[in-house]
Nanobody
């Protein structure tokens, strides 16, 4: 089992930045691909970014490419999402997710392990 806890969300003005963190416990995430999804009320969770466990290859949704950066620190069992140039349409609850396959996450298919989510609100 993997337990995931997100943090770092908040309220920010458009154009601003936030850095989300996901702390894993229960089992090392060293061999798990890690991803971020986001959800707004009434819609399904949407893929945002993912990073492989093997070589750190990263994947991004087109809507965030060039603005968001996903990174991981296996020694600290953490994953981060640096979000720059935030837009009001980035407002959502952001969730951390883990799965052995990065391509599964990139396809938008959820892995088995979720955090509780952290709210990001971008004001215009």
């Amino acid at each position: 089992q993997v337990q995931l806890v997100e943090s770092g969300g908040g309220l920010v003005e458009a154009g601003g930045s936030l850095r989300l963190s996901c702390a894993a416990s229960g089992r090392t995430i060293r061999r798990y691909a890690m991803g971020w999804f986001r959800q707004v009320p009434g819609k399904e969770r949407q893929f945002v970014a993912a990073i492989s466990w093997s070589d750190g290859t990263t994947y991004y949704a087109d809507s965030v490419k060039g603005r968001f950066t996903i990174s991981r620190d296996n020694a600290k069992n953490t994953v981060h999402l640096l979000m720059n140039s935030l837009k009001p349409e980035d407002t959502a609850v952001y969730y951390c997710n883990a799965d052995p396959s990065v391509l599964k996450l990139y396809s938008g298919t959820y892995g088995d392990y979720w955090g509780q989510g952290t709210q990001v609100t971008v004001s215009s």
